[in-house]
């Protein structure tokens, strides 16, 4: 540790020394830290704190972070200008950010203030030869874009050459050099000229696409665009009934929101606050325009639907504001009115809108809710929803008590809170069963609709049974199916409010076996249309906490095929009623363990005990998984995972990790896809959904092949989830799956070790070596012996610290498979490693740990050991001095004369004593010794 300042706190000075050490160990993330505070500390700009600033870029650069990197080395030269060490590190990160034109320039600077520089010469030489390269490259494209101009902007020019054309553009948009080109080539006015006349799909959709693509992490491009385009251009391509082009002009507006907030596409990319600053006026006119649009009466379904996604994808970063913006610019009140939208309601000023709409709202609404932070802002929030469903209910038109149920039916599906809230309120409960009442099918549809969500909460469902049963079964003898169905739908709900608990039944018996039949008919028959069968998979989703009807349900291929059929729509508004029925068939609903102490004492006080039903034992579930993985349910999972619901995103990976959990199907689960969908899940989510999803690719990658089950960078994008499992919040399961999924990966090859380094992974894989339970400290001992294989963790051990030591007392340890994985590290280590060769000695028993590797039955055991041995006496005079000062000696001759022993252990003792008499330390066998022995008495 560094010594004290004056005042008993240390200097910068003193800081950057222990910066300095912690380098040395490569202890990266410590030496940031540490030359964080010798900067924070200097409070005058000048070469001192230069030095502190090109320190931690060189940790930054360890760790790959290459534009912090940047930022220190730029800062540092504002200080002291043309120092080769902030020149040099500079064009480090600059050539691993690929600007390699800025790189050349800094390594050419580097070479003129310090000619002598040997470790700049082979980097000049090769940045040299790459922007040469490119400038010829460069030459080429100007050509290439040429030819391609001439052909795709020519209305006459033959059709197929035309779409080929554009479809190579797009590809050399995406290459920085070509957007370049095309960009100063004035592509944007030509695009937007074509596209006024274009009626070509394919060459439409290629222009759109070129301008999304030329706006991808260019700030400068971007503006340029948005000033000559401006953000109603992409509103109308949006406008349409194409879901490509709807597809595209999203795109393209996601892509100029990352870029004015230093955003890109991956999942786990966050807003830049200086960036959001800067930007600021830009990326608020975007705001306001989405907004704005959404309840444009002109504007298609696919379109709004799109815009809402756009404000829900975003809403959750504070950086940006845009929750605590959308309430301030009035949004929720046009995001209501868009969830009160009906489609039976067909008038001049009506809103067009998809099946998938209002419930895109639902989940945009309770994404801003989520993150209203304080009490005032929740108020707010509130104060605007009452605002609207007051001026909807002040006017005494039939339409407007409808739409307000609408509405309320929306938010009770997504901000719960806010719509208990609002039922709560005097009269509001009694309205909407008066209008389940009446004769009118409108009424009675939205009514049935807004029961059924306002039965979430235990305290509402024994309110609405007492007042409302006797209006469903009434509304179920209906002439019209969509009334018939929604009543079914509220009584399967009031029926399962004892969820899975087998002793409470709120229904007669029989009750909900005759619910599930009648559900079954809606949603098997050809003559019912999908809102039909989507009604009757949200009263299955209910009545499937009952055992029975799970057993019956798994039991029907056609009621199963069609639900999956129903789930590969996409249809959103289907997504929650299909998901929850698959949760509820594979058991994967979450459930508070029970305490043998606490459920004794609840017995005692005569409290109700939860019973399980029979047909919820391990082998029926398992029998369940089986027939659903079997009958296609991952390519309706994938189907499903799109949907932007993080509540629906948990639900589909509770299923995966259900599937998962069955070993022989994993592979189908992968072959389908789901692997694919995954990913996504176990980097953004609920919690819980994160941690499900997770510990699904865990089990996916413990039995298969990681190049199969994770090809290309897949392999590479999910260590973060699986390193994110051992925390200790975790269950030991997923702590030891996670464990043997990495180990398969750490074996895989250099860069997938590496991105195990850089997310921090191999303090926590270590963490687990010191578990008492045999099984986390076998795995995390295995996931070690792989990540030896890279020079970065070897350093790692070679450091001041334990680990080299700790290894060698783990190979004596009693579970053979921890001692064989430990042994197998040691052997690794002290292969490439002299100074881990000697801190095997540091430790006190490292002859006993030793001799019981040498002498152990177990033949692999055996072989570690004598290779260890090896390894020692190869490494330096002064480790095979210690070792021939023992009994070791003796044991390797034993060995390598056994008749019957392992030739690979009989050829590395062989090899281990030839050292020794190559250090001279031994003589062999006949050799005269006298001379020598009357040396050693002496």
């Known amino acids: 540790m560094a010594k004290e300042g004056v005042n008993g706190e240390k200097t910068s000075q003193l800081w950057k020394e222990e910066g300095n050490a912690a380098f040395k160990e490569s202890d990266w993330v410590g030496a940031i830290q540490c030359y964080t505070k010798a900067i924070q500390l200097t409070k005058e700009e000048g070469q001192e704190k230069s030095v502190y600033l090109k320190n931690r870029a060189a940790a930054y650069l360890k760790l790959g972070e290459n534009e912090n990197a940047l930022s220190d080395c730029t800062a540092a030269l504002d200080l002291v200008p043309n120092d080769p060490k902030s020149l040099f590190r500079r064009c480090q990160a600059l050539e691993a950010l690929d600007r390699l034109e800025e790189a050349y320039r800094d390594a050419r600077q580097v070479h003129t203030v310090d000619p002598g520089n040997k470790a700049i010469q082979p980097v000049l030489a090769r940045l040299h030869n790459v922007v040469q390269e490119r400038l010829k490259l460069m030459s080429q494209t100007s050509n290439k874009v040429a030819k391609m101009f001439e052909i795709a902007f020519d209305m006459t020019a033959d059709r197929e050459k035309r779409e080929q054309a554009l479809n190579n553009m797009v590809v050399l948009a995406r290459e920085n050099a070509g957007s370049e080109v095309m960009f100063k080539a004035g592509v944007i006015s030509k695009i937007a000229s074509l596209l006024k006349l274009e009626k070509n799909e394919e060459i439409f959709l290629g222009g759109v696409r070129i301008i999304g693509e030329l706006c991808k992490e260019s700030l400068d491009r971007t503006k340029s665009i948005l000033q000559e385009l401006g953000v109603p251009w992409f509103l109308d391509i949006l406008n349409c009934q194409k879901e490509q082009q709807v597809n595209a002009a999203q795109y393209c507006l996601q892509t100029i929101l990352n870029t004015l907030s230093g955003m890109t596409n991956k999942q786990d990319s966050k807003p830049d606050p200086?960036?959001?600053?800067?930007?600021?006026?830009?990326?608020?006119?975007?705001?306001?325009?989405?907004?704005?649009?959404?309840?444009?009466?002109?504007?298609?379904?696919?379109?709004?639907?799109?815009?809402?996604?756009?404000?829900?994808?975003?809403?959750?970063?504070?950086?940006?504001?845009?929750?605590q913006r959308l309430v301030e610019i009035r949004g929720l009140q046009r995001l209501m009115e868009v969830a009160s939208e009906l489609k039976e309601y067909k008038y001049e000023s009506a809103m067009e809108i998809t099946d998938s709409t209002r419930s895109l709202v639902s989940v945009c609404l309770a994404r801003i809710y989520e993150n209203m932070y304080y009490d005032r802002a929740r108020q707010d929030f509130i104060s605007n929803i009452d605002d609207y469903v007051k001026g909807k209910l002040i006017t005494p038109e039939l339409e407007s008590k409808v739409r307000v149920v609408v509405a309320l039916t929306s938010l009770l599906l997504g901000p719960l809170d806010v719509g208990n809230n609002i039922v709560a309120r005097d009269g509001m409960m009694e309205m909407i069963l008066v209008m389940a009442g009446t004769d009118d099918i409108l009424q009675q549809k939205v009514a049935c609709e807004c029961i059924i969500a306002a039965s979430s909460k235990k305290d509402k469902v024994k309110s609405i049974i007492g007042q409302g049963v006797n209006i469903l079964k009434k509304l179920y003898q209906s002439k019209d199916d969509g009334i018939r169905v929604r009543a079914l739908v509220g009584l399967c709900k009031l029926g399962s409010s004892g969820g899975t608990d087998a002793s409470i039944r709120p229904f007669a018996d029989g009750a909900t076996t005759k619910l599930a039949e009648a559900c079954r008919r809606f949603l098997i028959s050809p003559s019912k249309d999908a809102d039909m069968r989507r009604w009757a998979a949200e009263g299955l989703s209910y009545l499937t906490l009952d055992a029975d009807v799970k057993e019956k349900l798994i039991a029907d291929k056609a009621a199963i095929q069609a639900l999956i059929e129903l789930a590969k729509t996409g249809n959103q508004a289907a997504v929650y009623g299909v998901v929850t029925t698959f949760v509820n068939l594979c058991n994967a609903y979450e459930k508070q363990e029970a305490i043998p102490e606490m459920v004794e004492l609840a017995k005692f006080a005569k409290h109700h005990i939860p019973e399980d039903h029979e047909l919820d034992d391990p082998d029926f579930i398992s029998k369940r998984l089986i027939i659903l993985a079997k009958e296609g349910i991952t390519t309706a999972l994938v189907a499903l995972s799109k949907t932007e619901s993080h509540n629906s995103k948990e639900l589909i990976a509770r299923i995966f990790n259900a599937i998962c959990s069955?070993?022989?199907?994993?592979?189908?689960?992968?072959?389908?896809?789901?692997?694919?969908?995954?990913?996504?899940?176990?980097?953004e989510g609920t919690e819980k959904g994160i941690r499900q999803a997770a510990q699904a690719l865990a089990r996916i990658g413990i039995t298969m092949n990681p190049e199969v089950a994770f090809p290309g960078q897949r392999n590479v994008e999910v260590i973060r989830p699986l390193i994110s499992l051992l925390h200790p919040e975790c269950t030991a399961l997923e702590n030891f799956e996670a464990l043997l999924a990495l180990c398969n990966l750490a074996g895989l090859n250099e860069t997938t070790r590496l991105r195990i380094i850089k997310e921090h992974g191999v303090p926590k894989i270590e963490g687990y070596m010191f578990e008492e339970h045999e099984m986390l400290r076998r795995a995390a001992t295995q996931v070690i012996t792989n990540l030896i294989l890279s020079p970065e963790v070897v350093k790692m051990y070679e450091g001041k610290n334990d680990k080299t030591k700790y290894l060698v007392l783990l190979s004596a340890d009693e579970d053979t498979e921890t001692a064989m994985a430990a042994a197998g590290a040691l052997a690794q280590l002290t292969a490439v490693s002299k100074k881990c060769c000697k801190k095997v000695f540091e430790v006190e028993s490292w002859i006993e740990s030793i001799q019981s590797l040498l002498g152990n039955p177990d033949t692999g055991l055996q072989y570690r050991g004598v290779y260890i041995v090896n390894n020692l006496m190869q490494s330096c005079k002064e480790v095979a001095e210690k070792l021939i000062s023992t009994d070791i000696m003796e044991i390797l001759m034993a060995l390598s004369l056994l008749e019957d022993g392992d030739e690979k252990v009989k050829k590395y003792a062989l090899e281990a004593l030839k050292s020794a008499e190559q250090w001279k330390l031994i003589k062999k066998p006949g050799e005269n010794t006298d001379e020598e022995n009357e040396d050693d008495l002496e």
């Open 274 to 323: 200086e960036l959001c600053e800067q930007n600021k006026n830009e990326i608020d006119t975007l705001l306001t325009c989405l907004v704005f649009s959404v309840t444009s009466r002109t504007l298609s379904g696919l379109g709004r639907d799109a815009i809402i996604e756009l404000l829900m994808r975003n809403v959750h970063y504070s950086t940006l504001n845009w929750a």
């Open 662 to 683: 069955q070993q022989e199907l994993r592979g189908l689960v992968v072959q389908q896809g789901g692997a694919k969908a995954l990913l996504p899940m176990a980097l």
